[in-house]
């Protein structure tokens, strides 16, 4: 479902469902229970309701923080997974610029099948939540077989070919990193504490009396917009590859990278 959302609907739209959503189910509720219940306007359990919303929201805060920066330190990382990735493959057409033109010519169609492979197959299906080892596995044995082609026939080469080497390691341990993050979610038991915990903190401001009613209904929305805009975060930085917030591939067309995109 929040694939779906967020392969969709665009941010501001998502912003404007769930937020202004939330904001018209609470002042409908908040509505509803004061005309079923007009004694509620004078307040005379707010100090119980108030210790509620007191307990739980505290509960509630604690929770949402949690998920929100656990997300938001994941989409970091998984940023930073796949620049480091990028740069390491860039890497190792660097170095392959030292080998013979014959087999520097194998290396950078070797890693420009790959990356091409990456953008055009494995991200289209990251962004759908269907990543795939297999996507990319063919180019990146291709990548290896040209490696190990090549012999070196000088300690120059030499030292640039384990270079290449170690930076194609690492490029590999980067891709599984990628495709693993691809792959999380939200825990659901986090989810329904993160959506179920805004069920109950919503209902309870609405026995919250006071005597004005554009007073109460300001503070109910305020309250549900606070909520909404937390709970697009979560949703947004849910899925690192989905939506318009998602991590770009634009890193794999960078730098020396840029030459397999002309």
């Keep these: 479902m929040s694939l779906w959302l967020l392969n969709t609907f665009s941010t501001f739209a998502l912003a404007v469902l769930l937020v202004g959503g939330l904001v018209l ?3 409908a509720g908040s509505v509803t229970v004061r005309r079923r219940h007009p004694r509620l306007a004078d307040g005379e359990h707010n100090e119980m309701v108030g210790v509620a919303l007191g307990m739980f929201g505290a509960i509630y805060g604690i929770i949402l923080a949690f998920v929100v920066v656990t997300l938001w330190t994941q989409m970091e990382n998984t ?7 990028a740069t390491d493959l860039a890497l190792v057409v660097r170095s392959a610029e030292a080998f013979p033109p014959a087999d520097r010519s194998r290396v950078e169609r070797a890693v420009g099948d790959y990356v091409h492979a990456v953008v055009e197959v494995q991200w289209p299906r990251m962004r759908d939540g269907r990543p795939s080892f297999d ?3 063919e180019q990146t044995h291709a990548m290896y077989t040209a490696l190990q082609g090549y012999e070196p026939a000088s300690a ?3 030292a640039f070919y384990e270079e290449a080497v170690a930076r194609l390691n690492d490029a590999a ?5 990628r495709i693993t993050a691809a792959e999380q979610s939200l825990p659901t038991l986090l989810q329904i504490l993160v959506y179920g915990g805004a069920l109950v903190i ?3 401001t609405f026995l919250f009396g006071l005597r004005s009613l554009k007073m109460q209904l300001l503070f109910v929305g ?3 917009a606070l909520i909404g805009f937390s709970l697009l975060l979560v949703l947004v ?3 690192p590859f989905s939506g318009e917030l998602s991590v770009s591939a634009e890193p794999y067309k960078q730098a020396a990278l840029a030459r397999f995109w002309r």
């Design 173 to 177: 341990g980067q891709r599984r990193a």
């Design 25 to 27: 189910l609470a002042v």
């Design 202 to 204: 919503l209902p309870l």
């Design 156 to 158: 120059r080469t030499q």
């Design 79 to 85: 940023q930073n997974v796949v620049a480091s990735e």
């Design 222 to 224: 305020a309250v549900a």
């Design 237 to 239: 930085l849910d899925r």
């Design 135 to 137: 996507a990319t596995a």
